[in-house]
């Protein structure tokens, strides 16, 4: 996955680091979002409320994660890098064939539905361009 191997690159520099977008909310907060849950996940920390995860977020930087895409994408990114982090602990319990197939049909809608927002997003430019 592209934002964990860019979130992993970039913890080895020992410099800040600035992440940035166009406003600076949105898709940034949606990158530094992924790192700072990466972090209490690595720590042991809970994180089973993704909700108030995010708003500890937005306590920090108003308007982070601002769509329902954005959103999603968190928890696309986090539950990969949570299998791969623990995959020796759970390779018995979450890891049977049954998980697998609920996995793959998550991975598929969610691909479905990312794939429908991005045509989406391109007809709204289209539109206001016009």
């Not at 907060?29 to 708003?55: A, R």
């Not at 696309?76 to 623990?86: N, P, Q, T």
Request: proline share 1%; aromatic share 10%.
């Amino acid at each position: 996955m592209g934002a964990i191997n860019l979130i992993e690159a970039v913890n080895y520099d020992t410099n800040p680091v600035v992440v940035h977008c166009s406003a600076g909310v949105g898709r940034s907060g949606t990158i530094v979002g992924i790192s700072l849950i990466m972090d209490k996940m690595i720590q042991g920390i809970n994180c089973k409320d993704m909700k108030k995860l995010v708003e500890e977020i937005r306590n920090q930087r108003h308007y982070a994660i601002q769509t329902e895409a954005q959103y999603m994408y968190i928890h696309r990114v986090l539950l990969e890098y949570f299998l791969e982090l623990h995959k020796e602990t759970y390779e018995g319990l979450l890891l049977t064939k049954n998980y697998e197939e609920k996995y793959a049909k998550w991975l598929d809608d969610y691909n479905t539905y990312a794939e429908a927002n991005d045509r989406t997003q391109a007809a709204k430019a289209a539109r206001a361009a016009l």
